[in-house]
């Protein structure tokens, strides 16, 4: 069955440490998107995409990037890790067709900043 | 004003009880309402999807979006305790692939 799956599950780092977090869906949609979901903020967007080689900053980009180099994957990238961004993040996609603002959830990444 | 606002709870009901969880919205522009679930410890899933005003119906969920008002709905009827979770109000333009706008998400606790 098509799914989104999101690696690791769980990740713990040190402040000023580079960390990726993988997004990889196979349904073969067009959008991808980066979420950070925190106690009493609810979920951020941070990165999405449009598709191959595009890119765009959501709400609380600061300190994460993103590339697009094929359609399955949209990995997220910590430059250098802070206490703040100690979250759960989500990646989600969707089709870009007659649904197209219906968003699919991966099961989220537990970071934990020390 | 926060462009989606949704009170968070914690909501707590008896089984069986009829469920009303609202958002409200300031962007007209919005045509397209969803609600999600979030069990504890998972990922959001897509629950209700209505386009435009009206109401939709699948099986104990209602959907209902009034535009004029700026106001959108979910009713649970006949609440489970499998119904205990997150639900989160999500909108978006009319441009394909655009970003939704959540809600911070309504607890819900249903006991038996």
């Known amino acids: 069955d098509a799914e989104i799956t999101q690696s690791p599950r769980h990740k713990i780092t040190e402040t000023g440490r580079q960390v990726t977090l993988a997004c990889h869906q196979t349904?073969?949609?067009?959008?991808m998107f980066w979420y950070r979901q925190d106690l009493g903020h609810g979920l951020r967007l941070i990165h999405y995409s449009y598709g191959v080689q595009d890119t765009n900053k959501g709400e609380v980009s600061d300190g994460y990037s993103v590339s697009r180099s094929n359609t399955e994957d949209l990995p997220l990238t910590l430059e250098s890790a802070a206490s703040s961004q100690t979250s759960v993040y989500f990646c989600?996609?969707?089709?870009?067709?007659?649904?197209?603002?219906?968003?699919?959830f991966g099961p989220g990444t537990r970071l934990l900043v020390l | 004003q926060k462009e989606v606002e949704q009170d968070p709870g914690p909501l707590s009901v008896p089984e069986g009880a009829i469920v009303s969880l609202n958002c409200t919205y300031s962007n007209s522009a919005f045509q397209y309402f969803m609600w999600y679930r979030q069990y504890s410890r998972k990922g959001p899933e897509l629950l209700m999807y209505t386009y435009s005003s009206g109401n939709k119906e699948d099986g104990r969920f209602t959907a209902q979006v009034d535009k004029s008002s700026k106001y959108i709905s979910l009713f649970i009827r006949d609440s489970q305790p499998s119904d205990s979770a997150t639900y989160l109000c999500a909108m978006g333009g009319n441009q394909a692939g655009t970003a939704l706008i959540f809600g911070k998400g309504t607890t819900l606790s249903v006991s038996s």
């Open positions: 349904w073969n949609h067009n959008n």
């Open positions: 989600a996609s969707s089709p870009g067709t007659d649904r197209r603002e219906t968003q699919y």
